[in-house]
Antibody, heavy 117, light 108 residues
Framework: EVQLVESGGGLIQPGGSLRLSCAAS????????MSWVRQAPGKGLEWVSL???????FYADSVKGRFTISRDSSENTLYLEMNSLRAEDTAVYYC???????????WGQGTQVTVFS | EVVMTQSPATLSVSPGERAILSCRAS??????LAWYQQKPGQAPRLLIY???TRATGVPARFSGSGSATEFTLTISSLQSEDFAIYYC??????????FGQGTRLEIK
């Protein structure tokens, strides 16, 4: 059974850093395209980042230069390193598998990140 | 960037009736369009990809249609569990991968 479990969220002041983790089971993170999608309170879905073949990466303009996506084969885990956090980064962060049909077929339950001053 | 616009923002429909949700793309996305369902406190769930192909386990009452810039998600004979927020997503021109702002389907 495919499962994604995020962790690492929390309360952080502006300018701070957090690292989110997404532990996968039922498939191999390094053999699949993986992504982070976030949802601000009461808002819609916003794509954040994607990692694919050869560990190449894409980022939304809103996080480029501040966030870094990576993955570890030994832990079968996806990460999102978030630096220089801003109030507008406050959201639930979901990890998701980006499958062959170019859609997000499996999602984690999300982890809350709150940036407050 | 392809901007996705969904309408209406909120749709009120009675159980057993049909719901029609719309999604418009600012540029043609061919058939590269997906639909997701999200219930309160839950992660989104993939319903439709390729504009009209149902994902595994999705009931036949969900159907998608359209191409280029105009897409529709139709839910025939609404069940209580179908009341949720629905998002469209394009994957024709990316990055960025873009979503619509969502349509809230509520019980009338």
């Amino acid at each position: 059974e495919v499962q994604l479990v995020e962790s690492g969220g929390g309360l952080i002041q502006p300018g701070g850093s957090l690292r989110l983790s997404c532990a996968a089971s039922g498939f191999t993170v390094t053999s699949n395209w993986m992504s982070w999608v976030r949802q601000a309170p009461g808002k819609g879905l916003e794509w954040v980042s994607l990692i694919y073949s050869g560990d190449r990466t894409f980022y939304a303009d809103s996080v480029k230069g501040r966030f870094t996506i990576s993955r570890d084969s030994s832990e079968n885990t996806l990460y999102l390193e978030m630096n220089s956090l801003r109030a507008e980064d406050t959201a639930v962060y979901y990890c998701a598998r980006y499958d062959f049909s170019n859609t997000f077929d499996y999602w984690g339950q999300g982890t809350q990140v709150t940036v407050f001053s | 960037e392809v901007v996705m616009t969904q309408s209406p923002a909120t749709l009120s429909v009675s159980p057993g009736e049909r719901a029609i949700l719309s999604c418009r793309a600012s540029h043609s996305v061919s058939y590269n369009l997906a639909w997701y369902q999200q219930k309160p406190g839950q992660a989104p769930r993939l319903l439709i990809y390729g504009a009209s192909t149902r994902a595994t386990g999705v009931p036949a009452r969900f159907s998608g249609s359209g191409s280029a810039t105009e897409f529709t998600l139709t839910i025939s004979s609404l069940q209580s569990e179908d009341f949720a927020i629905y998002y469209c997503q394009q994957y024709n021109n990316w990055p960025p991968i873009t979503f619509g702002q969502g349509t809230r389907l509520e019980i009338k």
